[in-house]
């Protein structure tokens, strides 16, 4: 009796490691198809109305919601309500999951620039799509490089932009966050503009870093205290200052305590 009791579990348990199968399949393959119709579409609101905002928004408002809701999650969102939108801000967050993207996307009520990496460029649709709506791009292994991004990021803020990164620098493996790196903190303070923390949980889970293998569950983008930068001072160490108040916020934000 518990031989067959057994092998009903092992069947039930291969009868659902095949259904996730099959739902990660459709999903990777909806998401592909999903996310060149939006960025098409979007550029051609773009060629006609020369509007980035208007595309920034599509991602958001059409883009985004069908990505989480296709993997079962639920998004939550905590502290927005506080935030004073109208002034443009660094956005700095912990990284789990590509799934981070669609949760901030729709968690931010104005259009929303990221820092991607320089590979993205080369990614059919994403690159055209994120060059197109103003995007900016870090060539990690090129030191040349940082002084013109943090100019062209200090630009997009004064500009009245809302800029995101993660400042990780990388997807979290674990869950724990990993120290921020303070170079792209520069151009908040060379731009004056506050340094916003915000801490996602539960992404890792629902999207893992390596892999498509969607669970559901449920993604919380908590939004922390704006940090000023106006008397920030200059150099290194200030801007690894800013970075580091950044990184004990979100710690907090994530473990329930701001």
Known sequence: MQQRVDNMEVAESALQRLAWGVHNAVGFAFTLAWTAFWISLALLVLLVTRRRDFALRMAARCWAPALIAGTFARLEVEGADRIDWSKPRLLVSNHQSIIDICALFRAVP?????????????????????????????????????PRLRREAAALLRDGHTLCLFPEGTRSRTGAVA????GAFQSA?????????????GAGAVLPPDGFRARPGVITVRFGTPLPT??????????????????????ALLRGQA
Not at 230 to 251: F, K, T, Y
Request: aromatic share 8%; hydrophobic share 50%; glycine share 10%.
């Open 110 to 146: 104005v259009p929303l620039h990221f820092l991607l990496k320089q590979e993205m460029t080369k990614v059919p649709f994403v690159g055209w799509y994120a060059r197109a709506c103003g995007m900016l791009f870090i060539e990690r292994d090129n030191p040349r490089a940082g």
């Open 179 to 182: 120290p921020f790196k303070g």
């Open 189 to 201: 303070i060379d731009a004056g503009a506050e340094v916003l923390p915000v801490a996602i949980e």
């Open 230 to 251: 106006v008397d920030a001072g200059p150099g290194a160490s200030a801007r690894q200052a800013l970075a580091d108040a950044a990184h004990a916020s979100v710690v």
